[in-house]
C-alpha cells in the first residue's frame, strides 16, 4: 500500500518523507520513543502554487484501521488546517484525491 500511494502521489510531483515514529531499542535492548505518538506515517509536500502543498497520510494494510492515537493525531491536525487522512488501498487514495480537487492549484480543499 505505501509503495503503490507514494510512488503514485511522486507521479503527481508530491516529495513524500517518512514520518519517523515508534519504537527504537538501543544496543542494551531499552525502549526508547521517537516521533509523536499517533502521528501519520508519511508527510507530502508540494509546489505552493497549489492551496494544499502540504499532507500527511496514515496508511494501513488492506483491512486494517487506524488506532485510537492514530485518529486522535489526525483529528488534531486537521483541527488546525493540516490535510491528514488515512488509506488501505491506492484505489481509496485516488477517489479521496479526485474528490477533494487536489490536482487543480488554487482549489479549497473541503475538510
Given at each position: 500500500?505505501?509503495?503503490n500511494i507514494c510512488g503514485w502521489l511522486r507521479s503527481l510531483g508530491w516529495i513524500n518523507e517518512r514520518n519517523p515514529v515508534g519504537q527504537l531499542f538501543t544496543k542494551n535492548g531499552?525502549?526508547?520513543h521517537v516521533g509523536r505518538r499517533g502521528a501519520c506515517?508519511?508527510?507530502?509536500?508540494?509546489?505552493?502554487?497549489?492551496?494544499?502543498?502540504?499532507?500527511?497520510?496514515?496508511?494501513?494494510?488492506?483491512?486494517?484501521?487506524p488506532d485510537p492515537h492514530q485518529l486522535e493525531y489526525m483529528a488534531a491536525m486537521r483541527y488546525v488546517g493540516v490535510v491528514a487522512v488515512w488509506f488501505n488501498s491506492l484505489a481509496d487514495c485516488q477517489e479521496w484525491y479526485r474528490r477533494a480537487g487536489l490536482d487543480l492549484p488554487g482549489k479549497p480543499y473541503a475538510f
Amino acid at each position: 500500500v505505501e509503495y503503490n500511494i507514494c510512488g503514485w502521489l511522486r507521479s503527481l510531483g508530491w516529495i513524500n518523507e517518512r514520518n519517523p515514529v515508534g519504537q527504537l531499542f538501543t544496543k542494551n535492548g531499552m525502549p526508547h520513543h521517537v516521533g509523536r505518538r499517533g502521528a501519520c506515517d508519511w508527510r507530502f509536500k508540494r509546489d505552493s502554487a497549489y492551496r494544499i502543498h502540504y499532507m500527511e497520510i496514515e496508511m494501513k494494510a488492506p483491512g486494517k484501521k487506524p488506532d485510537p492515537h492514530q485518529l486522535e493525531y489526525m483529528a488534531a491536525m486537521r483541527y488546525v488546517g493540516v490535510v491528514a487522512v488515512w488509506f488501505n488501498s491506492l484505489a481509496d487514495c485516488q477517489e479521496w484525491y479526485r474528490r477533494a480537487g487536489l490536482d487543480l492549484p488554487g482549489k479549497p480543499y473541503a475538510f
